[in-house]
């Protein structure tokens, strides 16, 4: 495993090996620990487990990005091999100022030393392969490898896999403090579906938990979905995209991971299908079994790449840092309250000026509330589809426990075109009145005025009789989950299951199953 250079945050990261790390340092095993459980609490010492297991083929990997999300700022890089990631060859301090992105003079720096690592690595190998004596550059070059444990042999083609990744650590503590809004409802969604709570921790790796993310290639949101998969789990159209949603989302991402899991058999596996697809990991899972390190180091499938080797790893990594936040941020981290507001599934489609009105709330804070209403529905060009999610302020819903009514049909009168003066004059002769009649017609008889309390009884008659009370179900319809129908219902997984007498930890429900949603 590598040396890493020494600054003023290592010598307080020494401290933290310690505790982390078993008294290993970076050490060949890649720091790691056992747990006795399988999630645990916060600071608990956490590693690979019969669920999240760590190959020993991913340890450097897993070591790699606990300093990428706990050590190494936004104003450093280390250039390594991308495939031996035990192999760091350099942590280079950049020039401020710090940002988001590279300064020039910053890129350039962080080119030159990177070129400057390819050139030494390149006279590294040829040195051997021609036999030639080492030098002490070389030698000191070819100790990184064997402490990684790579050996001599991945000298042979280095020089082409040197990368380049910048710390973390500042998005990574900011990303666990807004964890905070949303913890509790991504673990309810994960319990519901039957997976492991910790895989609440994946937005780290996609998004660090930045709810507006957007991708090159598309994906978007905290879970990082694509367009096109998000369509199979949420509602992505002109009106919304619950890609945007965090909570909705996270709904989708459990059905994915259970789908992915019932087809893959590992978590590893289907971990690492959110990045790489169920059908690449099905054909690697053909090739090498649910050997993961296997699969991570040998498996070479078409856009099997960098970061679909070390996805898992970095969920791992990132559950690890998580888990010890107060070790890796001893300056303290305050996540976010709990996501406080009430939650309505539309029954009808709806324009937003429609709910605000019923609620009492105006437009524009239900927009504040609703990132993944688009354009067209926030200026009511749009209607909100139902079975959509509106996210009210927090008590909405005790103040007014009603749903909005549906909305009223309106027709509007189109104008019909301007007659020519010819035209005016027939319709203006056929419209003279003809000459009075004597005889009076029934029809133009005028009808007396009934009285108010007349209308009132026959309006009170045309009422339909109140039916009495019932309980309501539910028919569950295909692809529908527990959770789901019990966000539809408005109630509780814990509840449905209560009125349901189902048991604490089942979450079978069919296709045409009618579920008691309320007594």
Not at 74 to 91: L, P, T, W
């Amino acid at each position: 495993m590598p040396t890493y250079p020494i600054s003023i945050r290592y010598l307080s990261f020494l401290l933290l090996s310690l505790a982390l790390l078993g008294l290993a340092g970076c050490g060949s095993d890649g720091g790691q620990r056992t747990t006795s459980g399988e999630s645990g609490t916060q600071g608990d010492l956490v590693a690979g487990s019969d669920t999240f297991p760590v190959p020993a083929e991913i340890q450097p990997n897993v070591d790699f990005w606990r300093h990428v999300y706990g050590v190494w700022s936004r104003g450093e890089v280390a250039i390594h091999d991308n495939e031996h990631m035990g192999v760091v060859y350099e942590v280079v301090k950049l020039p401020g100022p710090i940002k988001e992105g590279y300064t020039d003079s910053q890129r350039e720096l962080v080119r030159a030393r990177r070129d400057a690592h390819t050139e030494q690595l390149r006279q590294l190998e040829n040195h051997i392969r021609t036999g030639q004596s080492l030098t002490a550059g070389d030698q000191a070059l070819l100790a990184k490898f064997e402490q990684a444990g790579s050996g001599r042999g991945a000298v042979y083609g280095a020089a082409d896999r040197v990368r380049s990744q910048r710390g973390l650590r500042e998005r990574f503590h900011r990303g666990i403090e807004i964890s905070g809004r949303y913890d509790p409802a991504f673990r309810e969604i994960m319990r519901s579906h039957g997976v492991p709570e910790d895989l609440a921790y994946l937005p780290h790796v996609e998004s660090s938990f930045q709810t507006n993310a957007r991708s090159s290639v598309g994906a978007a949101g905290v879970w990082q979905f694509m367009p096109a998969t998000g369509r199979m789990y949420m509602n992505v159209n002109d009106s919304i995209d619950d890609r945007f949603d965090p909570i909705v989302a996270a709904d989708g991402a459990a059905r994915y991971l259970s789908q992915a899991h019932r087809r893959l058999g590992s978590w590893p596996l289907a971990i690492t299908s959110y990045n790489h697809g169920q059908g690449g990991m099905a054909n690697a899972k053909a090739q090498f079994g649910d050997d993961f390190g296997g699969i991570v180091k040998n498996y070479r499938g078409p856009y099997f790449g960098f970061s679909s080797r070390n996805f898992y790893a970095g969920f791992i990594a990132a559950r690890d840092v998580t888990h010890n936040a107060d070790r890796y941020f001893p300056e303290g981290v305050r996540r976010e309250e709990p996501w406080p507001h009430d939650r309505l599934v539309l029954q009808h489609s709806m324009p937003v000026n429609h709910i605000a009105g019923h609620y009492g709330v105006t437009p524009y804070r239900l927009a504040d509330l609703n990132m993944h209403w688009r354009e067209r529905a926030r200026d009511g060009r749009a209607h909100l589809p139902p079975g959509s999610t509106v996210w009210l302020p927090a008590g909405t819903k005790r103040r007014v426990a009603s749903h909005p009514p549906p909305v009223a049909n309106v027709m509007v009168a189109r104008a019909e075109p301007k007659a020519s003066p010819v035209a005016r004059q027939a319709i203006a002769k056929a419209e003279r009145p003809a000459a009075k009649s004597t005889t009076t017609s029934a029809a133009a008889k005028p009808v007396a005025k009934a009285s108010t309390k007349q209308i009132a009884k026959a309006s009170a008659a045309q009422q339909p009789k109140k039916a009495a009370t019932a309980a309501r179900y539910h028919v569950v319809k295909p692809q529908e989950t527990l959770y789901r129908v019990a966000v539809q219902n408005g109630i509780t997984v814990d509840e449905l299951r209560k009125l349901n007498k189902m048991r604490p930890d089942d979450n079978k429900i069919r296709p045409g199953q009618k579920l008691k949603v309320s007594i």
